[in-house]
Nanobody, 127 residues
Framework: QVQLVESGGGLVQPGGSLRLSCVAS????????IGWFRQAPGKEREFVAA????????YYADSVKGRFTISRDNAKNTVYLQMNSLKPEDTAVYYC????????????????????WGQGTQVTVSS
């Protein structure tokens, strides 16, 4: 059973930075892509970024492209989301999740394509 635990959220001023971590326990991340999603109050969960198992290919939502960077360290079973130039509209609970299809070609941006989820970490961008 894969368990994912996010950390690194918090309160930050506009323009600031945070780095989120997603650590897997129970087994390795395996040959699966890992995605980051976020959900703001009253809104649907939305895709933020994803990284393939090798780490060679990354994908981003247009709203975060150029500001967020996803990376992974398979030796540490950890995926990171570096968030720079944060905006108030980035405020949400951020979740990491494991793609249910190991070795997928391309990216899955729909939440129902992921079968393991963390509990989420709150990110609040406010002055």
């Amino acid at each position: 059973q894969v368990q994912l635990v996010e950390s690194g959220g918090g309160l930050v001023q506009p323009g600031g930075s945070l780095r989120l971590s997603c650590v897997a326990s129970g087994c390795t991340l395996g040959y699966a892509s890992i995605g980051w999603f976020r959900q703001a109050p009253g809104k649907e969960r939305e895709f933020v970024a994803a990284i393939t198992w090798s780490g060679r290919t990354t994908y981003y939502a247009d709203s975060v492209k150029g500001r967020f960077t996803i990376s992974r360290d398979n030796a540490k079973n950890t995926v990171y989301l570096q968030m720079n130039s944060l905006k108030p509209e980035d405020t949400a609970v951020y979740y990491c999740a494991r793609d249910q299809l190991p070795g997928r070609v391309g990216v899955e941006k729909r939440p129902n394509g992921y079968n393991y989820w963390g509990q989420g970490t709150q990110v609040t961008v406010s002055s």
